[in-house]
């Protein structure tokens, strides 16, 4: 019989630091990531389909959103969900990814702050410009659109009505990864790399979560 699941429509949130400087700046508002980056991807395509073919440039571009469904899916089956064993292990840990599972509706806290977002961006532009060549940009525009994309779209599934095939699907997704399995449904903006590793969540543990989102 299928399980049927209750997702509360209520924000919900906890204070994560003494320091007051520390909390406003663990929480962002979720256009953040649009606002900030779209622009930002549109200015490097723009370099970096000056210096390459079209249609390589294209290519590349396509490759560097695919890279960034491989990152996600790394970082959220291997990085954010490794439990560590040390007290100072576990609150980092609980820091980067068990307060959102602890708070799932807490809706400042589910885009990525640019104190972590900005660093790692520039880490991945000098990564990929030393391997890649004068199809660094071109990849690299493609590898933050991918971000973007995953941002919103697990902003979306916490706290948009989709009404859409699609977007129903994906909610429904990923909120199987909070409310039936965590170890199952990795990939936030797709579930790719889910079905290569094989953490697809089994079809029969819910067939329906009613959200008033």
């Not at 990152?71 to 291997?78: A, D, K, P, Q, S």
């Not at 919103?152 to 909070?178: C, D, N, Q, R, V």
């Not at 903006?189 to 969540?201: A, E, G, I, Q």
Request: proline fraction near 6%; aromatic fraction near 18%; include cysteine.
């Amino acid at each position: 019989m299928a399980k049927k699941l209750f997702v509360s429509n209520r924000d919900e949130s906890v204070r994560l630091f003494k320091n007051n400087f520390l909390e406003y700046y663990s929480h962002i508002h979720p256009a953040t990531p649009v606002v900030i980056y779209i622009p930002a991807v549109a200015i490097i395509s723009y370099f970096g389909f000056s210096v390459v073919p079209a249609a390589n440039g294209i290519l590349a571009f396509l490759l560097g959103v695919v890279f960034w469904t491989f990152f996600e899916y790394l970082m959220h089956r291997w990085v954010f969900h490794y439990q560590p064993k040390s007290e100072l292990g576990q609150k980092v840990h609980f820091l980067a990814h068990g307060v959102h599972h602890d708070y799932p509706r807490d809706r400042t806290r589910l885009v990525m702050p640019l104190l972590v977002s900005l660093p790692l961006a520039i880490l991945f532009f000098f990564i990929f410009t030393p391997l890649l060549g004068s199809y660094a940009l071109t990849a690299f525009a493609g590898f933050i659109l991918g971000y973007v994309c995953y941002d919103t779209i697990h902003f979306a599934t916490h706290h948009w009505k989709m009404t859409s095939p699609l977007g129903k699907w994906l909610k429904e997704y990923h909120l199987k990864h909070h409310y039936v399995d965590p170890d199952t449904a990795y990939g936030v903006s797709n579930p790719l790399w889910d079905y290569v590793f094989f953490t697809v969540p089994v079809k029969e543990t819910a067939k329906e979560i009613e959200s008033g989102s």
